[in-house]
């Protein structure tokens, strides 16, 4: 898993990476309890999204119990330390507050205070330079299988590696326009010849 990362920054070598979490709910649950997120209130998995500036996927985790904060997930996925070593900043959202100072994250406004013109300036900014993960994860939706999974969650690793390896074949390819269009059957055997790669 991280040396999958590890390889995509090196090949691609992004400016810098805009992490995102994503709930792919689920009809059936093993640990209804740990599947469970409290956030969406439905069951489910928490997998991590890894998009370059210009919104292309590089990376999706594998999947984690719905109850996993985003935080606890970007680390348990080793994502931040990964990042800092390939001294590849990361720009996040208010969910990876206090992950370290390679995180650039928006600023908190304190209790009882509110934002300077200059705080609220740097949070729009950098907003706005997280657009194109919100993008992603939207394409990543246009999936009906991340919007509802009838399946287990114990499938959810494997079939966020398929779908990862279909949207670079999409990015390639010009005959990948939109999921919702059917696949062709070229795409369906190069997924079956990589075998979902994408995650290790």
């Known amino acids: 898993m991280s ?17 995102d979490g ?18 969406h209130r439905r069951h489910g998995v928490n997998v991590q999204v890894v ?28 994502v ?10 990361v720009l996040a959202d208010r969910a990876c507050i206090g992950a370290g100072p390679w995180v650039t994250t928006p600023i908190r406004r304190l209790s009882g205070r509110e934002f300077t013109t200059t705080q609220r300036t740097i ?6 330079a997280r657009a194109p993960v919100e993008r992603s994860v939207a394409r990543l939706k246009s999936w009906r299988i991340f919007r509802k999974a009838r399946c287990s969650p114990n499938r959810m690793t494997a079939i966020a590696a ?33 075998g979902g790669a994408g995650i290790e």
């Open 162 to 194: 398929a779908v990862l390896t279909l949207e670079r074949q999409r990015r390639e390819c010009p005959v990948f326009r939109n999921p919702r269009q059917g696949l062709p059957v070229h795409a369906l055997g190069t997924v079956l010849a990589d």
């Open 51 to 78: 998009a370059d500036p210009a919104g292309n996927l590089l990376w999706l985790s594998p999947a984690l119990p719905g109850r996993t904060h985003d935080l606890t997930a970007a680390r348990a996925h080793r």
């Open 3 to 19: 040396a999958n990362l590890c390889r995509v920054l090196r090949e691609d070598d992004p400016e810098d990476v805009l992490p």
């Open 80 to 89: 931040i330390r990964i990042c800092e070593r390939q001294g590849v900043p």
């Open 22 to 39: 994503t709930p792919a709910e689920c009809d059936r649950v093993g640990d209804s309890r740990a599947d469970f997120s409290q956030k």
């Open 123 to 128: 949070n729009r900014a950098l907003s706005a």
